[in-house]
């Protein structure tokens, strides 16, 4: 570690340092020279040491220039690996082809050549491509939404630029680019570290090392080393588990470690367990309906018909029962759930999340940045000899006054605020450049905000730290709750220490700590996040902050207690409310103050009181009876990142479904453990990120609520999906079978079947797994995780309306041979009456439970239109030469089509009927409830 000192005095800040790379060439880098230049050493970058790995990339501690960065990314390409090719169309075709539904139309296919029907087998043929078309079109076009969705969570690093430090996409990385890493972050590129404190890397995907690795800057490693030992480099694929890097990019994309390897790597995830038990209960489907089949087939048998004919309408009705488009139907919902949640802000990382999503039943949600702004502003500081200041400014506008009650302070005064300041600007390690705008930012917020403080004070944050060198530090993690860092003011050493008031002050000497603790709980109980700042002076000769800090550094002075207001996020309330109705509890989780953590909660309507409070050291001392104080609770505060999986672990063990929202890289166990682990999109950490199965683009809680509409509403879809397409089947069944144990012909030819399937299916399949959510989804409780997908309501629509739709058909086939119609036009007007009654039952299929004239049109608009295409191709087939005369089809007088159409509404009457019964039933049933609720009180 002593190393790393030694690169720091040769200072990043240090003016000389921004030099231009290499002696002011204009071009260090280009044309065959740069890519020479670029190419790694013979023996590795692990074997050179850090000043030749500098000049060989011909950089400087400074970073590079963004026009060189510009001109290096344009010779060796963006810092992204070739992307592991999503299946291939062709793929996805064949995909399409082993099924049991193409093997039986083949097999119809060869017999109908083999008999020389060529009609029917160009038609069964023409069914086949069809089928296959707009299966792999929909798959396509899954597969292709999951891409981008895939890509568009970006990792951002911070880059060293001789005009500040930026934020960059890790795309832009270049050879030769500083970049300043910590815990938390993706490894974006390998690196040859210049400088670390306390680093330790995840290097398990590489090496296959499950233990963090100690890194550091070092001498030059002998060529031989193995990868496992470079303890001076930083692969890509790696995670910086903890500490403070910074770096220099040594090769990037398919030049790195990992991009050596990656052909390994991008084996496609299992389907989610939904599409698994959805294709189990499509081939149990399967079979049922072979056997169904089988029994038509002996009816005919036993009824004289010929086996050629028995052997094609068994062919048929086997295909028009099967639900094959199913699986598809719901891989589309899910894509379609997946799409609607990214417009929403919610990335979906798992598949199974969106499922998830809907049963959910609590949310345990971070507060600083989900819940509140994270936009920490110091509006209060309290100072030993002069009391409380106020600051005035929002956010990162650095414009505001310091006053005592509007006046502004004495010298004393100003200088004890300055001190603070200082101290706070010093022990930091953001970045703010208040010109450079979003980009000139970065670092903790905590840290930002301080910087803001000291501009306020008048201070420059870029010359006291070249005045004050830091010569060691001891950075802010969750567990320490404090940070502190040495420095050398010219004049002797100074320890620099801010955090959490219970941590420092017991440091503090010559003040009363009661009495300042009791001061920062009144501030915390107002809503203030309370830092207290500190400093001491050391020896000189002192260059190390030793383990453990505690007694080293008694007798610190106390700087004064700083208060920061983050303001709500102004959707949170109505988010937090919204998620009560839902019947989803809502849990905050935070590392602040107990008072403060409780003052927030208690304005989003999450507490009310101190009795739902439960503190990190509640948890940490865990008695019998804790999870059930856990389940009770609403606040957990100073919560150490440890105690979020025995949250979580509590909680499920109560019965709940969790969803946990988590940014550090000491929550990704929490994210993992949770159903369903979220993780922050924008401030959150890669590694929060890779543990969690949704990711919020905004961090905002409100997106929570959003996903678990949609996810809700994707669940809904996939059953009415199912409903859809197994009652249609069920109906088709029923028609043949009542028609043969009646002794009535074949309802309807073989190709006439297939040819109902075609026009109906797939267009109103896929229309009706994009059905907008429902209102009033989100009053519902959440689902009970063990109900079944298929329960007793599905069934119960499923056979009504299957009942119908069969009875009602058979009933008119039935009439109109018995009136003494050909065969050939009673099938016709069967066949009109089937497609109208498909056409109608959709509308049933919008809703489980609200009337289909409720639901608007403008809710799914591809459905109105698959119903009218459905219709028209299918009148415009009996219009249409050759193919009239293979389905048998000829136009319907306009009279008999019109009288059809109230004969297919009594599915739509008869299940309206059914709705209205049970929401009466469901009405009274809740007043009796809340009667008998009454009657308790
Ligand atoms: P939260 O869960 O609300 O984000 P944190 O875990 O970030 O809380 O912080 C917990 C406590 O640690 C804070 O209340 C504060 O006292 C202290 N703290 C937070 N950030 C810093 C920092 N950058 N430097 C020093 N102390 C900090
Ligand atoms: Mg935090």
């Known amino acids: 570690m002593q190393d790393d000192f030694e690169t720091r005095s040769s200072g990043s800040l240090d003016p000389a340092d921004r030099r231009p790379a290499a002696g002011g060439r204009a071009s260090p880098v280009g044309g065959d020279e740069g890519a020479a230049l670029l190419s790694p050493p013979s023996g590795g970058w692990h074997a050179v040491s850090r000043d030749d790995a500098l000049a060989r990339l011909a950089s400087s501690s400074a970073g590079l220039a963004a026009a060189e960065a510009g001109r290096r990314l344009e010779l060796v390409g963006p810092n992204a690996l070739p992307q592991a090719p999503g299946r291939s169309l062709v793929a996805i075709v064949l995909g399409q082809l082993r099924s049991p539904l ?26 086949l491509t069809i089928n296959t078309a707009v299966g792999a079109a929909q798959e396509w076009r899954a597969e292709t939404n999951t891409a981008a969705l895939r890509s568009a969570i970006a990792t951002i690093v911070r880059v060293v630029r001789p005009e500040g430090v930026r934020r960059l996409d890790s795309a832009r990385l270049v050879p030769g680019d500083v970049v300043l890493l910590e815990g938390g ?17 995840d290097e398990s995907s590489l090496t296959g090392e499950s233990l963090p690795v100690d890194k550091a ?46 052909g390994a790597l991008g084996t496609p995830a299992a389907p989610p367990p939904l599409t698994r038990r959805l294709d189990r209960f499509t081939r149990l489907l399967g079979l049922a309906s072979l056997g169904l089949v089988g029994v038509v087939i002996l009816l005919q048998l036993a009824l004289g018909a010929p086996l050629e004919e028995t052997f094609f309408v068994a062919i048929a009705l086997a295909v028009s029962v099967i639900p094959e488009g199913l699986p598809v139907a719901v891989t589309i919902a899910l894509s379609i759930a997946t799409r609607r949640m990214a417009q929403r802000n919610v990335i979906v990382r798992h598949l199974p999340a969106v499922e998830g999503l809907g049963a959910c039943t609590v949310v345990a949600t971070d507060k600083t940045g989900t819940l509140t702004m994270n936009q920490l502003t110091a509006r209060r500081l309290w100072l030993p000899d002069h009391g409380f200041v106020d600051i005035e400014g929002v956010g990162f506008d650095t414009g505001g006054a310091i006053h005592k009650n509007g006046t502004g302070l004495g ?26 705008g979003a980009d000139g930012r970065s670092g903790d917020t905590v840290d930002l905000a301080f910087l803001v403080l000291a501009v306020k004070a008048g201070l420059d944050a870029g010359t006291l730290r070249k005045q004050a060198r830091r010569i060691a530090d001891r950075p802010f993690s969750a567990e320490r709750r404090y940070a502190a860092s040495l420095h050398d003011h010219g004049d002797g050493h100074v320890v620099h220490i801010k955090g959490a008031a219970e941590v420092v002050l017991p440091l503090c000497s010559g003040v009363d700590q009661g009495s300042v603790l009791t001061l920062a709980e009144g501030m915390a109980s107002r809503g203030y996040r309370v830092l207290a700042v500190a400093a001491k002076r050391l020896d000189p000769d002192r260059a190390q902050l030793s383990h453990p800090l505690d007694g080293e550094l008694a007798g610190l002075t106390l700087l004064g207690l700083a208060g920061f207001i983050d303001p709500l996020r102004p959707e949170a309330k109505a988010a937090v409310a919204e998620c009560r109705r839902a019947g989803v509890a809502v849990k905050m989780i935070t590392g602040d103050h107990a008072a403060t953590a409780l003052a927030i909660a208690r304005e989003l309507g999450i507490a009310d009181g101190p009795q739902d409070v439960v503190t990190g050291r509640e948890i940490a001392a865990a008695g019998t009876g804790l999870a059930a104080r856990i389940d ?44 369903l682990g979220v993780a922050m999109g924008r401030d959150g950490t890669d590694a929060a990120r890779d ?73 109103q399949h896929a229309a009706l797994a994009a059905e907008a959510s429902e209102p009033g989804l989100l009053a519902r409780p959440p689902r009970s995780p063990r109900e079944p997908l298929i329960d007793a309501l599905l069934i119960r629509e499923t ?15 039935g009439y109109l041979i018995g009136h003494g119609w050909s065969e050939f036009d009673a099938r016709n007007t069967l066949l009109f009456l089937m497609v109208a009654f498909e056409n109608v039952h959709v509308f049933n299929c919008r809703s489980e439970t609200r009337s289909a004239f409720r639901i608007p049109f403008s809710a799914n608009w591809p459905l109105i239109v698959a119903v009218f295409a459905a219709q028209a191709v299918h009148v415009g087939a009996a219009f249409t030469p050759g193919l009239s005369e293979l389905l048998e089809m000829r136009p319907l007088p306009v009279a008999e089509w019109l009288m059809l159409i109230p004969i297919a509404l009594s599915v739509l009457l008869v299940m309206e009927a059914d709705k209205a019964l049970r929401s009466v039933r469901e009405r009274r049933r809740s007043v009796s409830r809340a009667t008998f609720l009454r009657s308790l009180a």
């Not at 097999?107 to 009609?119: I, K, N």
């Not at 001076?232 to 030049?255: E, I, K, P, Y």
């Open 691 to 763: 543990a969690a199965d949704l990711v919020l683009t905004d961090d905002n809680f409100a997106s929570v609520v959003a996903g678990i509409d949609e996810g809700r509403a994707a669940y809904a879809n996939i059953r009415k999906v199912i409903y859809l397409s197994v009652s249609t089947g069920a109906a088709e069944a029923l028609m043949f079978l009542l028609a043969l144990a009646s002794g009535l012909p074949l309802p309807l030819t073989a190709v006439q079947l297939l040819w109902l399937n075609l026009v109906t299916n797939g267009g």
């Open 799 to 813: 056979l009504l309306s299957g009942a119908i739709i069969g009875l009602v058909s058979t009933a008119v086939f």
């Open 411 to 436: 010298s004393e005064a100003s200088f004890a605020a300055q001190a603070l300041a200082r101290s706070a600007a010093l022990c930091n390690d953001a970045d703010f450049d208040p010109v450079g």
């Open 217 to 262: 800057a070092g001498a030059a490693l002998a060529i031989e080393t193995p990868l496992a030992e470079r303890l001076t480099m930083l692969f890509a694929g790696s995670m910086l588990q903890g500490g403070r890097v910074r770096g220099l990019v040594v090769s990037t994309g398919a030049g790195t470690e990992l991009g050596a390897i990656a």
């Open 632 to 675: 009770a609770a609403s606040v957990f505060a100073r919560v150490e990142p440890a105690h979020k999986v025995r949250i979580v672990e509590a909680l499920q063990q109560a019965g709940h479904i969790v969803a946990m929202t988590g940014d550090g890289v000491n929550d990704a166990p929490a994210l993992h453990r949770a159903d």
């Open 102 to 127: 193409i093997y039986l139309l083949l097999a119809a296919a060869t017999v109908a050549l083999v008999l020389a029907e060529y009609d029917d087998a160009g038609f069964i043929f023409l069914v």
């Open 185 to 201: 972050d993706r490894v974006p590129a390998d690196i040859r570290i210049l400088d670390s404190t306390e680093a330790r890397a």
